[in-house]
């Protein structure tokens, strides 16, 4: 949705809805932006000491006034959260939503109302205070089991005029991780959350200290137990996820959660498979730091991320989902033009719903069954000659040459790049898996595109 004459305010809240990730901080830039942490900048001679809880604190409030407007107040005894690891963990999910619409847009849609739940949202609220305030039409619900967190949380979001926008619920540690009964809401869009990470007090003082790491930790912890600590760590937590999201299904769009290693990430993603869940996306958290996270996401729906954001390269090919993405390169004497005509020519030809958007070279293409296998396209062609033969009616006619869209077994987009002049890149077709569970009638797809620009 483009708006005519925008005010600053509008113009502020399209460049925060689509921020990227962070890959690093500029921190002599924040020095002309922020006199406290001009301060801890001098006191150190450009060089941050990370261990010093202050300077994190400042850090934390500086990061988020600057990038985001946002104000903060954190207790002392509390997890300051680093904003660069939080906020592409939140652009990741704004992405992963963005590619999942039931419109088939793979942008973000102002007008959209998303409603999300941060499970343990700590003193911070740091996450639904980025999703709130980067995506004016979004509303979230927060948990926490840690009173001082709650209450913490609580004058954050006052402090930032969110409340209104938010449901708040204090739990227990026997309360189920995504309570919608309590919440009194029917169903959410995603789930985010960043678990305890350590299974008990030692396995959490050996990471701080950095045994067994080839490295020391980057930054001091000033995280409670409560929000540290839980039984089997982050795998034992996200592993009950997993197994509520049994249960609730698709009454949550997009389950996900942070989690601190690969191995715990791995092992979510052999739980999922172990369940049946075939619709996943794996992420990681990587803003410029030494520390990296990975952050899964899982759906009982049939929407498929884009591929760059369900499939990353530092995990092995088994823990990541089918891709959703197909490339057809093009030779020097395949116009795109020419391409165009033959995409539009054969799938207009097909008993299925697509359609061309000249401005972007792109098509969207929506079927019922394998209408472009040979059996299928004899049987149609000989079912439109009888029904021409029989002169039926033309409202029954259309009727029948209509497809049916609210029985939907794959959806689909091709891309031509290259076509444009402002692109630099190579020409190729881009064929990308919107909607569908059946990975076999995907490949088959691909393979039919593919087959209009063999050479025969």
């Excluded at 060089?47 to 010093?52: K, M, P, Y």
């Excluded at 600057?66 to 592409?88: A, E, H, S, T, Y």
């Excluded at 009964?181 to 990470?197: A, E, G, Y």
Aim: aromatic residues 8%.
């Amino acid at each position: 949705m483009e708006i005519d004459n925008p005010t600053p305010e509008e113009l502020q809240r399209c460049h925060l809805a689509r921020l990227p990730p962070y890959t690093e901080i500029d921190f002599k830039a924040f020095t002309k932006k922020s006199p406290a942490f001009k301060k801890i900048w001098i006191k150190c001679s450009g060089r941050l000491d990370f261990q010093d809880p202050e300077t994190l604190k400042v850090l934390t409030a500086a990061t988020l006034e600057i990038d985001f407007g946002l104000k903060i107040d954190l207790p002392d005894d509390r997890l300051c959260p680093p904003v660069p690891n939080r906020w592409n963990y939140v652009a990741w999910i704004q992405a992963l939503l963005d590619t999942t619409s039931p419109t088939y847009r793979d942008e973000y849609d102002p007008d959209r109302k998303v409603v999300g739940l941060d499970v343990g949202t700590g003193a911070s609220a740091i996450y639904a205070l980025l999703c709130l305030r980067t995506r004016p039409n979004w509303t979230m619900c927060v948990t926490d089991v840690d009173k001082k967190s709650f209450d913490s949380a609580a004058r954050n979001l006052a402090l930032n005029n969110m409340l209104t926008r938010t449901k708040m619920l204090q739990t227990m540690e026997t309360n189920a991780l995504v309570p919608l009964n309590f919440l009194k809401v029917d169903r959410l869009d995603f789930t985010i959350c960043n678990p305890p990470f350590f299974s008990d007090e030692k396995d959490m003082r050996s990471s701080i200290k950095g045994e067994g790491k080839s490295w020391t930790p980057n930054s001091v912890c000033t995280g409670s137990g409560t929000e540290m600590v839980c039984e089997g760590g982050d795998l034992g937590f996200v592993t009950r996820m997993v197994e509520e999201s049994l249960l609730l299904k698709d009454k949550v769009s997009w389950y996900s959660s942070m989690l601190g290693k690969m191995s715990s990430a791995k092992a979510i993603v052999g739980l999922l498979k172990k369940h049946g869940i075939t619709n996943w996306a794996v992420g990681c958290l990587e803003p410029g730091a030494t520390t990296k996270r990975w952050v899964v996401a899982w759906s009982f729906g049939d929407y498929r991320p884009r591929n760059d954001i369900a499939r990353i390269e530092t995990i092995a090919n088994e823990y990541l989902p089918f891709p959703t993405m197909y490339k057809i390169p093009l030779t020097a004497d395949q116009s795109t033009e020419s391409v165009r005509e033959t995409i539009n020519t054969n799938l207009s030809a097909l008993d299925l719903c697509w359609s061309w958007d000249t401005s972007t070279w792109t098509g969207v293409g929506v079927a019922t069954q394998n209408v472009w296998a040979r059996a299928y396209r004899r049987k149609h062609e000989k079912k439109m000659k009888e029904q021409a033969a029989t002169r039926t009616s033309k409202e029954d006619s259309t009727m029948d040459e209509e497809t049916d869209v609210g029985n939907v077994t794959i959806a689909f987009r091709i891309r031509i790049l290259g076509a444009s002049l402002e692109e630099e890149t190579e020409s190729k077709v881009l064929v990308e898996w919107l909607q569908g569970t059946d990975k076999v009638l995907w490949e088959s797809l691909c393979g039919a595109i593919h087959g209009y620009f063999r050479k025969r």
